[in-house]
């Protein structure tokens, strides 16, 4: 049994240090995702090998110090999303606001067909916006009856899991489908107009996760050059989509402090979203972000309905007298740099006149 728990409990400091390493390699960078079970194997298996065995020799010691400093490590990536910590994104305290939406995200996944189980979350949850991921047209036209709810819609069915839909209630005053990195992979940008005639931006995004044969550096470049985007807008921004990537990572952290958008959840919870098959194994992947000139009002997971993603639905108010009294960090310089060689990374093999086109700030009316 000793053994047994030296081999996992090694395994565990090897999976907390790895990713320290700054690197795009996807075999690292999917270490991000599995913190919180890191963490809890590793403090099961300290506290039995405390238990059961006596640590007298060095090797032990050390052993135990490294098994401690790896639980420690993925909690304090971790601990922002639990109520330890202060939240960073103000609830609402207007009773009555005049200019609140809701907003839900949704990865169908394209394999699912339990249409009419989501169209059932739909209704009883009545979005005003509504961003689906991974719509083929075989989904676009099994919930098509949502065109006679939504007034406004931006639709790119696609049937390589990466197609996206939004549908609006309000006015959508301009939009654009942008390839920013790769071209089967689109990105929506648009602008919305509340009933009151206050405007936001809004950019939705589903960059590739890591897997065998992809590496991160693509991922990495959408995401910030999307926080880049969002900073320079006129506009309010929010950013929203499954960003296949967790809310904890190294990556995630530097697009809040690039953007200056505020994340919801840091100080209430985890919400994760997925995978809605395997409980032990769930993360933050759909994520929203948004402008300090928002407040929150409500946040909550929505049910299961066949998909490997769990539905999130978000209330805010558009309060940007009151933008201040959020605590925003500013990032750093050395982070800026980081941020633009990151891109220059993810965007080798573009064209210079592409991403040109891709980095240049919107000029608007």
């Keep these: 049994m000793k053994i047994a728990l ?5 395994f565990m400091i090897l999976l907390s240090l790895l990713p320290l390493i700054k690197t795009h390699y996807w075999w690292i960078r999917v270490l991000d995702f599995p913190r919180m079970q890191v963490a809890f194997v590793s403090a099961v298996v300290l506290a039995l090998y405390l238990i059961f065995f006596e640590i007298r020799h060095r090797a032990e010691i050390l052993f135990g110090v490294l098994l401690a400093l790896a639980f420690l490590n993925e909690m304090l990536h971790v601990y922002r999303y639990t109520w330890l910590a202060p939240v960073q994104a103000l609830r609402s305290k207007i009773k009555a606001p005049k200019n609140s939406f809701s907003f839900m995200i949704s ?55 990466y197609g996206m839909i939004l549908y609006s209630k309000f006015k959508i005053t301009e939009y654009e489908i942008r390839y920013l990195i790769e071209d089967e992979i689109p990105s929506f940008y ?38 880049k985007k969002a900073r320079e807008t006129t506009y309010a921004s929010i950013v929203a989509g499954d960003l296949n990537d967790v809310a904890w990572s190294y990556t995630t952290r530097l697009f809040r402090r690039i953007s200056g958008l505020l994340d919801p959840r840091i100080g209430r919870g985890f919400y994760n979203t997925y995978n809605a098959f395997v409980p032990f194994f769930r993360y933050s992947l759909d994520h929203i972000f948004y402008d300090p000139a928002f407040r929150l009002i409500r946040m909550k997971r929505l049910p299961f309905f066949g998909s490997d993603h769990f539905p999130i639905l978000v209330r805010l108010n558009y309060e940007p007298l009151e933008a201040d009294e959020h605590d925003v960090p500013e990032p750093e310089y050395e982070e800026v740099q980081e941020a633009e060689e990151m891109i220059d990374l993810g965007t080798e093999g573009k064209k210079p006149e592409e991403v040109a086109q891709v980095l240049k700030r919107r000029k608007r009316a």
């Design 6 to 10: 030296e081999v996992v409990g090694s």
């Design 107 to 161: 990865n169908v996944r394209m394999s699912n067909t339990r249409y009419d189980k989501f169209l059932k979350i739909v209704h009883e949850n009545d979005p005003d916006i509504l961003l689906i991921n991974e719509p083929n047209q075989r989904w676009t036209d099994a919930i098509s009856r949502l065109n006679q709810l939504y007034a406004y819609s931006i639709k790119k069915p696609l049937e390589n899991t």
């Design 190 to 227: 648009c602008v919305i107009e509340l009933p009151t005639g206050k405007k936001f931006d809004l950019f939705t995004v589903h960059p590739q996760p890591p897997n065998f044969d992809k590496h991160t550096d693509k991922r990495e470049a959408e995401l910030l050059i999307v926080a």
